[in-house]
C-alpha cells in the first residue's frame, strides 16, 4: 500500500489553477529525500514531470510547477489545459520500507 | 534516441513462472541504475525490484524470493523472473532507469501485461 498519501481527484476549468497535494512522513520526505511527479495520460506509461522537488525536465511545459516542504509536496498545474488530463502520482524514497514509494495517485479532469 | 521496450507479459496460471525482459537503446542499462515498477489494473503505481551498476540489487518484502532482476551487458537487456506467481501479481510491468536525474524515475518503457489466472 502506498505510503505517499494524495487526493483522488481534482479539476478545474481550462485556464485555471490546480494543485495536488502528496502528504509522507519522517521516513520519507520528512527526512529529506527528494520528491519526484510523474503524469500518466491515459494507457500510456508515466512521464517524469518534475525531479528533485522542483525541477522540470528538458521538454516539460513551464504552467508544472512543484513545491516541498518538510514531509509534504505539492504540484501545480497554472494555465490548465485539456490536454493535462491525466493521473499524477508523486514519488520518494522511504527509510523504513528501504524502498522507493509511490503516491496514491491524483486524476486530474479538466471541466 | 533512448528508450526502453519491454516484452515477455503473457496469461500465466498460479504458481507459475515468466521472465519479462527490457531491451535499452541509446544507454547503456549496464551503466544506470534499472528498476522494475508494476501498476494492477486500475491502481497505482509499485515499485518492484532495482539494479544497481554495481550489480547489487534490492526489493521491497512483498517480492522477495520470489523476483529476480539481472541483466545481459552484450544484450542490454534487463530481465525480471517473476516465481510462485499470485493473481495478486496481475499488473503491467514497467521498466525504468533512474539516477540521472537525482534517483527519479527518468525513462519508461511501454510496459508489458502479466496476468495471473487459472
Redesign the interface.
Known sequence: QSVLTQPPSVSGAPGQRVTISCSGSSSNMGAGYDVHWYQQLPGTAPKLLIFGNTNRPSGVPKRFSASKSGSSASLAITGLQGEDEADYFCQSYDNRLSGYVFGTGTKVTVL | EVQLVETGGALIQPGGSLRLSCAGSGFSVSGDFM?W?RQAPGK????VS?LYASGTT???DSVKGRFTISRDTSKNTLFLQLTRLRAEDTAIY?CARHGV??????I????TLVSVSS
Open positions: 528498476s515498477v497505482g503505481l509499485e515499485w532495482s534490492f526489493q521491497p514497467y536525474l537525482g534517483d527519479a524515475f527518468d519508461w518503457g511501454q510496459g
